[in-house]
């Protein structure tokens, strides 16, 4: 089945050190790829998307880009600062889901001043 | 702005009591999802609902049950709560399975459900 797999955290930077997440995924056809936040006492709430190979989705200084050849979306945000402290999660939808989105266990950025 | 409200946002149950966790959205949407999130595991698919009256199984629907008689409301039903269905858990829509969009998840801001 539909599976995404993403590094472990918790990830800890300083403000304005370049942050990246790895996110790897197994799916048939051509499933469409997101990155959700969750800020701390929140819900998840859209970072990004991309719905096909090569695409780049980008939001808040965030970019991801869909590598359907390495199977990968890799979050990447190049100066962060302490309010993108939160609790990363990859998504992807296949194309026979409904919407169903499968999701990966998350990671944890910690950003300290 | 477009939102998903959970009724409760902390609760604290008895094991063997049943427990109803609300969810409204304003949207119009025509999915409705229910989601467990446990620490390491992600989000899992508990139920979920493309249409009023109608209800599909998600990846880990034991113990539990869903009601959609109206399209802005999905209710999730816990019949007789256990300690292993202390949990986070969060309801999310969708606009449908067509259009620009249609697969973008809003969700509310969860319940934190404690069984002791």
């Known amino acids: 089945g539909d599976s995404v797999t993403q590094m472990e955290g918790p990830v800890t930077l300083s403000e304005e050190a370049f942050l990246t997440i790895n996110c790897t995924y197994t799916?048939?056809?051509?499933?469409?790829l997101f990155w959700y936040v969750q800020y701390p006492g929140e819900g998840l709430q859209l970072l990004l998307k991309?719905?096909?190979?090569?695409d780049k989705g980008s939001n808040k200084g965030f970019e991801a880009t869909y590598r359907k050849e390495t199977t990968s979306f890799h979050l990447e945000k190049g100066s962060v600062q302490v309010s993108d402290s939160a609790v990363y999660f990859c998504?992807?939808?296949?194309?026979?889901?409904?919407?169903?989105?499968?999701f990966g266990a998350g990671t944890q950025v910690v950003v300290t001043p | 702005d477009v939102k998903v409200t959970q009724s409760s946002r902390y609760l604290v149950k008895r094991t063997g009591e049943k427990v109803f966790l609300e969810c409204v959205q304003d949207?119009?949407?025509?999915?409705m999802f229910w989601y467990r999130q446990d620490p390491g595991l992600g989000l899992r698919l508990i139920y979920f609902?493309?249409?009023?009256?109608?209800?599909e199984k998600g990846d880990i629907p034991e113990g539990y049950s869903v009601s959609r008689e109206k399209k802005e409301r999905f209710s999730l039903i816990l019949e007789s709560a256990s300690t292993n269905q202390t949990s986070m858990y969060l309801c999310?829509?969708?606009?449908?399975?067509?259009?620009?969009?249609?697969?973008?998840?809003?969700f509310g801001a969860g319940s934190r459900l404690t069984v002791l």
């Open positions: 998504a992807l939808d296949s194309t026979d889901s409904w919407g169903k989105l499968q």
């Open positions: 999310a829509s969708s606009l449908g399975y067509t259009g620009a969009g249609a697969n973008v998840l809003t």
């Open positions: 609902s493309y249409d009023v009256k109608m209800k």
């Open positions: 949207m119009d949407h025509e999915n």
């Open positions: 991309a719905t096909k190979a090569d």
């Open positions: 799916a048939t056809g051509y499933p469409s």
